[in-house]
């Protein structure tokens, strides 16, 4: 217990980077622009409004990955007042939008590279504990059920350590321009009876189930 309290007070008092609150209000400044143009182009439907948090708490959010452009028509259902810090794979960076995302906060992770995982995850935990959100694609690739994938266990990790709720979100229909998108938000998830500082792999794989087997029922509900 002693470990953990020590643990999350690094984190927690852990000097946040500079460039997060520019980050954030560029986030609110462009999605405020952005919003219209997303819900013309995608003509995002949402289900479980209710379920978002009204209180301004840290949450992770987490739902299937259909491709690169997911995150508009989340943002577009979500709102700009909570910035959303997504997790995107470095090969993004090779885009034309590389800036965009840098720009808003979003946290770039090199899936090959042991350090640039344990890096990216200490900085959602951060962001987390300072009363941040994130989002991730637990799949860890595109269409990851499709294939058959095994969930990644970074958000039950991040949930168990944090004791932030989780809300998984379906997403429903096809990720093109003029595609209608259905978006289902479910209850948000509590794992805080698994607190700790080194959570089993056993603790890990039973949560990160849980996770996905709400994704996997909020993308298959009939809309």
């Known amino acids: 217990m002693l470990a953990y309290f020590i643990r999350f007070e690094y984190y927690k008092n852990k000097p946040l980077d500079p460039n997060l609150k520019k980050q954030e ?33 840290s949450n ?7 491709g690169s452009l997911d995150q508009f028509p989340i943002i577009s259902m979500l709102g700009p007042d909570s910035p959303m810090h997504f997790l995107a794979a470095s090969t993004l960076l090779g885009l034309k939008r590389a800036l965009l995302y840098t720009k808003t906060g979003a946290i770039f992770v090199d899936r090959n590279d042991s350090q640039s995982r344990k890096e990216s ?8 504990l300072n009363g941040g959100n994130v989002f ?5 690739t ?16 991040m ?24 978006l289902n938000i479910g209850e948000p998830l509590d794992f ?12 890990l794989d039973k949560v990160s189930k849980e996770i996905m087997d709400n994704i996997i029922m909020l993308t298959n509900e009939k809309k």
Request: glycine residues 8%.
């Open 60 to 66: 992770i959010y987490v739902s299937n990955h259909l």
């Open 25 to 57: 209000k560029t986030y609110r400044v462009t999605s405020k622009v952005g919003i219209p143009l997303f819900k013309l182009v995608f003509k995002p439907h949402m289900f479980g409004k209710e379920n978002i948090p009204k209180e301004k708490t």
């Open 121 to 128: 995850k200490e900085k959602m935990m951060q962001i987390l």
């Open 136 to 140: 991730l694609f637990p799949e860890g």
């Open 159 to 182: 949930a168990i350590r944090t004791g932030v709720p989780v809300i998984p979100v379906g997403i429903q229909g096809e990720m093109k321009p003029f595609k209608k998108v259905k």
């Open 142 to 157: 595109r269409n990851g059920m499709e294939k058959n994938g095994k969930a990644q266990n970074g958000v039950a990790y």
């Open 192 to 203: 805080s009876q698994y607190k700790t500082n080194k959570p089993e792999k056993e603790i």
